[in-house]
């Protein structure tokens, strides 16, 4: 979707847009009722007992560490946590369900309230006129300022997975032209949370950003592997539009089947456009389920959206409620890890880093975890160094190559021995580039690099000193111009000097010893 049409499109509407994140438990080692693995792959229907096939008899028994991971993910949103909770029956009948119902929570969600607060770059597309006035209605068009906005979170509760569907012939895994489908039950029952936003996005890219975000607390806290590509972080997206300067909402469609931040951008996106134009075309909007082609880049119809009374709702009889005590929550608080926002902050305090280099760094976990990893090994005062190493040829590598920080040869260990050497003057900052491109493509040490290339710089004074006498006996003409007033001429008489020594000269020195001697 070009950024030109939304840009249009948002100039007469206003979007309206509720997230639902679901995100399977995987540092669990069972599942949410019962005793079987917590993996991804594997021989399918393997992973399976009574309990999560739903066999006749067979009781559930509630995962204890699936409901504190539940309420350690509510308080680091800041919600309110339940003292007295429960879960209930969710009846539907989808293939992929063994039981032909879902143990879920209803009115009575472990996590109610929270929020999470979004710092959203200008982009070029049309944004919030004023996010620091409620209910603000209007664009900044085509602007690249940024903004700080809050969005609201309705709830946060814990049920089990379905399975996984797999639809074969025509385009594999895609529903458009399959011929028939197959289902995994191995997912089936691992315990998964779901978190429900407010309708308060009003952007594609406060979308993205609110579930890259969401995604970095999650991992933080150490409660699931976040894999998008592995479909153990799901979000699907309530969309609907309503005309600038209106406050009812417009009919909502529910997109699904976005396993990226980019289709979740470019579904939305999509979405809007397609709302706006149906209406403005004499349509109308109805409330459906749609599912995002990736291929296709566009939303197709799914099927109806159910209302909750559709699912008919009951207590779960085979479980008691749930009562946690104060104390009890208070013991999980204690457990919260450093989170995102307080993590940046604490680089800009500590390590002087600036709140752009911080933001980046903090914003992504491996990378996070790589940059705490060098500081320990170098130390504090080294820090801003080995963040502009991190932000500049560490990055453009892992772009280039298309992989994680964890996946890289240029270990922590290797960038700070790296900043040692420029530091102590062994090498000069271009040749560490050099060093640095070996170390990418071979997973050497930096030190043995430059040993092995003969790279190391020279600082000797006296070995400096000779070898400007030398470019000054050989050039007394460009000597007298110079201390003539020809100031420029430095350039030509450290390159001289470079030449000399092979480009293994400390450039710092031959400045200082050429100044000297010339006067």
């Known amino acids: 979707m070009a950024k030109d049409r939304l840009h249009e499109v948002l100039k007469d509407?206003?979007?309206?847009?509720?997230?639902?994140?679901?995100?399977?438990?995987?540092?669990?080692?069972?599942?949410m009722f019962c005793g079987c693995p917590v993996e991804f792959g594997g021989e399918t229907n393997t992973r399976v007992c009574p309990v999560c096939l739903g066999m006749p008899g067979a009781l559930p028994v509630p995962n204890e560490a699936a409901v504190e991971a539940t309420v350690l993910a509510g308080l680091a949103i800041e919600s309110t946590i339940a003292e007295w909770s429960q879960f209930h029956r969710k009846n539907y009948f989808y293939p992929d369900m063994p039981k032909d119902y879902q143990i879920s929570q209803y009115d009575l969600p472990f996590c109610a309230d929270g929020h999470l607060d979004l710092e959203i770059d200008g982009d070029g597309v049309a944004q919030r006129l004023d996010v620091a006035q409620e209910g603000a209605q209007g664009i900044l068009a085509h602007t690249d300022d940024s903004y700080d906005v809050r969005i609201g979170i309705t709830r946060i509760h814990l049920e089990e997975d379905t399975g996984k569907m797999i639809h074969v012939g025509g385009s594999e895994g895609r529903i458009a032209g399959a011929t028939h489908s197959l289902v995994d039950f191995n997912r089936a029952g691992t315990s998964l949370i779901e978190l429900v936003t407010e309708p308060e996005i009003r952007t594609p890219e406060e979308a993205r950003r609110f579930a890259q975000k969401l995604r970095l607390i999650w991992l933080s806290l150490g409660i699931?592997?976040?894999?998008?590509?592995e479909g153990s972080l799901r979000v699907d997206g309530n969309v609907s539009i309503r005309r600038r300067g209106e406050t009812e909402f417009g009919v909502k469609a529910e997109v699904k089947n976005m396993n990226s931040f980019k289709a979740l951008h470019d579904a939305m996106a999509y979405e809007i456009v397609r709302q706006a134009e149906e209406i403005e075309g004499g349509g109308t909007i109805v409330q459906e389920t749609r599912h995002w082609d990736v291929a296709a880049k566009r939303t197709s119809s799914l099927r109806g959206k159910e209302e909750a009374h559709d699912y008919r709702y009951f207590p779960e009889p085979d479980m008691v409620p749930f009562e946690f005590t104060p104390e009890w929550i208070e013991s999980v608080r204690a457990k919260l890890p450093e989170l995102p926002d307080a993590r940046k902050q604490r680089y800009m305090t500590d390590y002087d880093l600036p709140a752009h280099d911080a933001g980046v760094i903090s914003s992504d976990f491996a990378m996070a975890e790589y940059f705490e990893a060098c500081v320990t090994l170098g130390g504090a005062q080294r820090a801003r160094q080995i963040s502009n190493w991190m932000l500049g040829e560490l990055s453009a590598l892992l772009n280039a190559e298309g992989i994680d920080v964890s996946q890289t040869r240029v270990v922590p260990s290797m960038i700070v021995e790296l900043v040692e050497l420029l530091d102590d003057g062994t090498i000069s900052s271009k040749q560490a580039k050099v060093v640095f491109a070996e170390m990418a493509e071979t997973g050497d040490a930096p030190g043995a690099i430059v040993e092995l290339k003969g790279m190391k710089q020279v600082s000797d004074s006296g070995a400096i000193e000779a070898v400007v006498?030398?470019?000054?006996?050989?050039?007394?003409?460009?000597?007298?111009?110079?201390?003539?007033?020809?100031k420029g001429l430095m350039g030509f008489f450290v390159g001289q000097v470079m030449k000399e020594m092979r480009g293994q000269g400390n450039p710092k020195m031959i400045n200082e010893v050429l100044k000297s001697k010339l006067g």
């Open 469 to 486: 006498d030398a470019v000054m006996a050989a050039n007394p003409d460009k000597v007298e111009e110079y201390r003539g007033g020809k």
């Open 224 to 229: 699931s592997d976040c894999s998008m590509e």
């Open 13 to 31: 509407w206003e979007a309206v847009i509720g997230l639902e994140v679901h995100t399977e438990l995987t540092t669990l080692n069972t599942k």
